[in-house]
């Protein structure tokens, strides 16, 4: 049985790596004005933080039509038997259910959706599995009994830097900005219930860094996992992460992702953030 794995953009699985797993990915969409850019196709994630500092006003942000899930899936048909399409939390895209939706409308292919319940990397994780799976021979059910698996360790932490993009978003006022930047407040954030919510406020980049450490280490210093570290536009600081984490936990593998153009448009530039689950 070929099953053919789909997630998409938001997982930024780095390319090459999107590319040797065989991993096929459909776009969300950031939109500047009258003009609507397919993250990771049309914009990549270096280009919308040029463009986001060119802009007065926050992009917005659209999931994919359902007609290219059901474009997609009829294309995969051809060579693939299934597809498994490994999505955002339904929690906050509609992504998921845009898969669920193609699916029903496709004949000519068995589609199984799957809802993360996460996004980034995180997500992108599942997505490498279910891939490595697939090529193995695994039956979907299986490949899905191990994503299900893997959902009871997965963990993730994101520092805000900028609090103007979450003021700009609507999540907080103008003055609530002003002084959580004046006073150097860095949130926490984390998912919980499929949903981003806060966990803690931390004064200073620093202290916020060595707290994600501090929480990963109760994971990590149990059992050896798997890790990303996650920038938006921080490309040093995500490096100097990844070698101090593989110098202190060698039984571990890490990666660096980012955050791209959707998630990033929420987070705004300078967050960090790492994900995990039990290898």
Not at 152 to 171: C, W
Request: net charge negative.
């Amino acid at each position: 049985m070929q099953i053919a794995i789909v997630t998409d953009s938001t997982a930024y699985i780095p390319e090459e790596v999107r590319k040797r797993h065989g991993i096929h990915m459909i776009p969300l969409s950031v939109i500047f004005g009258d003009e609507s850019y397919r993250e990771e196709i049309d914009m990549t994630a270096e280009s919308f933080w040029e463009e986001i500092k060119r802009q007065k006003e926050l992009p917005t942000t659209s999931q994919p039509p359902v007609g290219e899930f059901v474009e997609l899936f009829e294309s995969l048909s051809k060579e693939y038997d299934a597809v498994i399409s490994i999505h955002l939390s339904s929690g906050i895209s509609g992504t998921y259910n845009g898969a669920v939706t193609a699916g029903q409308m496709v004949d000519s292919i068995k589609v199984y959706p799957y809802d993360s319940e996460i996004s980034c990397m995180a997500q992108g994780f599942y997505a490498i599995e279910a891939a490595k799976m697939a090529k193995e021979g695994k039956k979907p059910e299986e490949i899905i009994a191990r994503l299900d698996e893997i959902k009871k360790s997965m963990d993730a932490y994101f520092m805000v830097d900028d609090l103007s993009h979450l003021q700009r978003g609507g999540r907080l006022t103008g003055s609530q900005a002003l002084i959580g930047n004046l006073l150097q407040l860095k949130p926490l954030l984390h998912f919980v219930d499929k949903v981003i919510v806060p966990y803690e406020k931390i004064r200073t980049r620093k202290k916020a860094i060595q707290r994600i450490y501090q929480l990963f280490d109760e994971a990590a210093s149990k059992h050896p996992v798997r890790a990303a570290v996650i920038h938006a536009n921080r490309p040093e600081d995500a490096k100097k992460m990844k070698e101090e984490l593989e110098s202190k936990y060698p039984n571990s593998e890490f990666i660096i992702s980012y955050f791209g153009a959707v998630i990033g448009t929420h987070l705004g530039e300078g967050a960090m953030g790492l994900c995990w689950y039990k290898k």
